[in-house]
């Protein structure tokens, strides 16, 4: 079965690290006519963030909501349609579907020889994940069991712009090609300000900084922040513009959106316009406070402050 092109209510949200735009997806998920984790819904059948991850990552199976969760990751569908198709019948057969699974394989087995049927004749890594992604953005129960309810109007799915190539050869994936034949929108979500992120980021990624600045701690805390990371969070930048770039000038429909936007002063007007992007009124969805449990700025001072800027705004 082909994908599906010129839908309407399918969505990415594109974003960087560090960017807090799961605290906005999470709260558009409490909207009854939009699913974009699905805990809202069903809490035993919640999208994993990483579902829309293009890379061969994997998730443990540890009790039964990941096992039902992990059917919604792309390492998982991979590799056990690879294996399917060394053996069809081993596994597909209707007598394999009975015996031949793992046990704690068997919430798993109808769905992922579905979905091998529907892609046998090319098992190249481009048609996987174009079928494996749209099955997800349609919460299409035939091959992922990460479900929606049954009034949902409108679907959003998580997205880093480190999943997106650069520019994809013919055996890669190509992103801009899947949003275009799938209809799929863009929510470009960002912060305003980079300094900010950029300490977000490191702190969160640094385990040896202690006491991490909270709205819980009045201590000061001294961060030096190292030129290796400053050129890698400088590439984040550079990767953001060039996507930006070519979504526009492939005609892709894009929303762009700052945390700065969303949570501060315009909030109002942040709702607003994601639903005329949408098509869905979510001006009435709460945005809850984040900055209690955030990192604070005004508690991290900064000891190569002037390099930091530098790199920012001018590159390595």
């Known amino acids: ?7 309407s209510r399918s969505f990415v949200m594109l974003t960087e690290p560090s960017t807090d735009a799961e605290w906005l997806i999470n709260a558009l998920d409490n909207h009854p006519k939009l699913c974009a984790t699905g805990k809202h819904h069903y809490g035993r059948f919640a999208f994993p963030l990483m579902a829309g991850n293009p890379w061969e990552w994997t998730d443990t199976m540890k009790n039964e909501q990941r096992q039902i969760t992990s059917g919604c990751v792309f390492g998982f569908m991979k590799s056990w349609v690879s294996a399917i198709d060394e053996d069809p019948q081993r596994y597909c057969s209707s007598n394999g579907l009975v015996h031949r699974w793992p046990k704690d394989m068997g919430h798993h087995a109808s769905r992922l020889c579905n979905f091998y049927e529907r892609i046998s004749d090319d098992m190249g890594l481009r048609s996987v994940y174009y079928n494996y992604f749209d099955a997800v953005l349609q919460a299409d129960n035939r ?7 049954v009034e949902t109007e409108v679907r959003i799915q998580y997205q880093l712009t480190d999943w997106v190539r650069y520019k994809p050869s013919e055996d890669q ?6 949003y275009r034949d799938t209809g799929t929108g863009i929510i470009l979500f960002s912060r305003k300000n980079r300094l ?31 030129r290796s990371k400053l050129v890698k969070f400088r590439k984040y930048i550079e990767r953001f513009r060039y996507i930006r770039g070519q979504l526009r000038l492939q005609g892709i429909p894009v929303l762009e959106l700052s ?17 005329k992007f ?35 705004q001018h590159g390595a």
């Open 1 to 7: 079965e082909p994908i599906r092109k010129n839908r």
């Open 143 to 149: 091959f992922v069991p990460c479900l929606c309810p």
């Open 173 to 178: 994936i190509d992103s801009y090609e899947l």
């Open 196 to 226: 900010r992120q950029l300490i977000v980021d490191h702190i969160k990624s640094n385990v040896t900084i202690k006491p991490k600045p909270t709205s819980n701690s009045n201590e000061t805390v001294d961060v030096h922040i190292h």
């Open 259 to 275: 945390f700065e936007q969303c949570f501060g002063d315009e909030q109002a007007l942040c709702l607003q316009r994601l639903s």
């Open 278 to 312: 949408l098509g869905l009124n979510v001006t009435r969805v709460p945005l809850p406070d984040l900055e209690r449990n955030g990192v604070l700025l005004d508690r991290v001072r900064i000891s190569n402050l002037e390099e930091v800027v530098a790199v920012l």
